[in-house]
């Protein structure tokens, strides 16, 4: 195990671990904003999946709701399967789901607490 101390130690990790995957890459994301961070997550998860990598997100739908509705379309078109948690409806808004997990060949994990660099809202300027 190893402790990764600040949101920039936990980036740089996951995505040596997305770039060097072989076989499957899984995230779970409570907050996914369209950022610089978010791109380079979905540059590098896209690149596995042109390599054969089985690529799967699962997103809650609420806490992702301003993620435009093509933003992983190449990803997808490669095969890279994405997935909603909970769409949103009156009834059921409260079931959210605030995990931040990326599980890569099925031997490399890690989890976030608090906030995820994916839950940024900075933008290159």
């Known amino acids: 195990m190893l402790w990764l101390d600040s949101g920039r130690a936990l980036l740089a990790a996951q995505l040596q671990a997305i770039k060097g995957a072989q076989s ?3 995230l779970e994301q409570y907050i ?5 961070v978010a791109e ?3 540059e590098a998860m896209t690149a596995a999946a ?3 990598v089985s690529v799967t997100i699962l997103l809650d739908h609420a806490g992702s709701i301003s993620l435009p509705g093509d933003y992983f379309s190449e990803l997808e078109s490669l095969g890279g399967k994405l997935v909603w948690f909970n769409p949103v409806r009156r009834r059921f808004w409260s079931f959210r789901d605030h995990r931040k997990l990326l599980v890569v060949d099925e031997d490399t994990a890690s989890s976030a607490a608090a906030t995820s660099p994916l ?5 290159r300027h």
Do not use: L, P, V
Request: aromatic fraction near 10%; charged fraction near 55%.
């Open 32 to 36: 996914y904003r369209a950022s610089d």
């Open 119 to 123: 839950s940024t809202k900075r933008r």
């Open 24 to 26: 499957s890459i899984r």
């Open 40 to 42: 380079r997550y979905r």
């Open 50 to 52: 042109r390599r054969g």
